[in-house]
Every structure is written in C-alpha cells, then in structure tokens.
C-alpha cells in the first residue's frame, strides 16, 4: 500500500539559499499555512540551497510544534553538485549503495524527520546498476529510513531498469501544458501499467515565463474558460494535469500564501473533456490527429 500524500505537495527548493532566504519562523508559518491549506507533503532535495535548505527547514520543523506524522517528507539524492559545500570538481551522479545510504541519512539527520516517507533518485545516471541501488533501498526500508522509494526525471526504459530489482511507486517528472511530452513518450503509459503514481514539477510551464504565439493561444483559451469555470489561469492549469487519469500530483513551487491557498482550490475544479482538449491544442497549435 502507498504512502499517502496530498494531492499538491509543497516544493521546498526555493525556501532557503536558492529563492527566498526565508529565516526559521518564515518557514514556520509556510509549513502551518501549507497544513492549513491541506498541503501537507513537502518536496525536497539534498542539493537544495547548495546542501544548506534541508537543514534550514529541519530547524524550523523542529520548532514548529508540527507532529512527524502530520506530514510527508520527500527528498531526493545522486547529484553531486559544484558548489561551496562539496569539494566536487564536476557536476555528476553518484549511486553506489553506500552512498544512496550516506545521502538518505544525512537528508533525514538534516530534515531532524527520523525517516523520509519518500526517497527519489533525483537524476538518471548512466552508470547507475540496479542491484547496487537494490542494496540501498532495501537496507533503508528494513532500517526503517525510508517508507517508499522512487525516481526522479526518469525515462521508461530507466525506470524499467531500476525496477527490475526495486519496487519503484513514484516517479517525478516535469509535466504542465507546455510540457506534456510525458503524455506521448510513454512515460505515463509506463506508470499507469507499473502502478507508479506520478508527481510533477513546473506544473505551470512556461504559461507565465515566455511571450510567443503558443503562449498567447493559451492565454487566450484561460481567458475564456476563467470566466466558465469561476477560477484563475494557474488554477486551470493545476486542473488540466489533475484530470489526467495517472492521478498525477503536482509539486508547486510558490511560497505566497495566498497563492498557496488558491491552488489547492483547482484540486475542486473538474475541466470537461471539451475544455481539456481545447487547452492541449492551444498550446499544440494545432488540431489532434
């Protein structure tokens, strides 16, 4: 049975060093008002902040008044990162079992959470094996280090090969209307079949980043279905990813609480199929085949 978690889960990358800078008691009121709100899955990596932003959310965690079990803590590992922390010559990946072991301990030493509800390989790396990561994942769940496992911005036949040893239930993917790639690569087909629930990153893509003409049909189609549905332009993208039937959990980044707020307001909005469509082929440009 999968760990449960709620249908946004709150991105933490930009809390710390990497976005906001946000002291202890700032992070303390986001994660309450994240509680609140019904978020209550707080999306991490150990390379956030430049291995710093784990640390800093485990020190406002810890003050927080906020029982382990109220919430879900995910984290990721495998990057080695060039930054000021590490003495890494080049950026690479690193998945040998005693290293996923180090990397998830420390992540949870860092977090002060006792054990992750989930552990992601943040990228793929061609030299990863399946059994030295099988090594690791199970050592980690019979230790009671982690309570599922999963992967992050993985391909089919990676993920395919990765789960030949390992009970993979999760796996992080960039998805959102301007990037919905995953919809006919194969790589929700895959998760479907496998029963591997999807979460993604970006959900809002680029809708509010880049001027060109796909950019402008989309805003054109929020435009009228806003005024349909009662609901924002970003809260209609959360929908269109929600709708999809792999039951696809969107990580959202923001850190404005009112922001906050409103999004989990799109897990209540149900898009027609009509209306669905109408927003893939405005971002496609074209009509489907």
């Known amino acids: 049975m999968q760990t449960h978690f709620s249908k946004l889960i709150q991105g933490c990358m930009t809390w710390g060093a990497w976005g906001k800078q946000h002291s202890k008691n700032e992070m303390i009121e986001l994660m309450l008002h994240d509680i609140e709100c019904g978020i209550t899955s707080f999306d ?3 390379i956030y902040g430049d291995y710093t932003t784990e640390s800093d959310f485990g020190k406002a965690f810890a003050e927080s008044g ?9 984290s990721k590992c495998g990057i080695q990162y060039v930054g000021n922390t590490r ?36 990228r793929p790396s061609p030299l990863m094996h ?48 301007t990037a919905h790639q995953a919809m006919f690569d194969g790589t929700l087909d895959t998760m479907m079949l496998k029963n591997i629930t999807p979460m993604c990153w970006s959900p809002l893509g680029t809708v509010f980043k880049e001027r060109n003409d796909q950019i402008h049909r989309i805003h054109t189609t929020l435009e009228a279905l806003s005024e ?39 897990t209540k909005i149900e898009l027609s199929d009509i209306d669905w469509f109408q927003l893939l082929v405005a971002s496609q440009g074209h009509k489907v085949p």
Not at 66 to 71: D, F, N, S, T
Not at 88 to 97: C, F, L, R, S
């Open 228 to 266: 349909k549905y009662n609901a924002s332009k970003d809260q209609l993208l959360l929908a269109w990813i929600m709708k999809h039937p792999s039951n696809i959990h969107p990580v959202i980044g923001t850190t404005h609480k009112e922001r906050i707020k409103n999004a989990m307001e799109a």
């Open 44 to 46: 991490h990596a150990d």
């Open 130 to 177: 399946p059994d030295e990561i099988a090594k690791a994942i199970e050592k980690l769940t019979n230790d009671g280090k982690i309570k599922a496992f999963g992967v992050s911005n993985f391909t089919p036949s990676q993920t395919e090969l990765i789960n030949s040893k390992n009970s993979i239930e999760y796996n992080q993917i960039e998805f959102s209307l």
């Open 66 to 74: 906020v029982k382990r079990e109220q919430i879900q803590i995910i």
């Open 87 to 122: 003495a890494n010559e080049i950026k690479h990946y690193q998945y040998d079992a005693n290293y996923i072991i180090w990397s998830a301990e420390k992540s949870i030493k860092d977090l002060q959470c006792n054990y992750l509800d989930l552990l992601l390989l943040h």
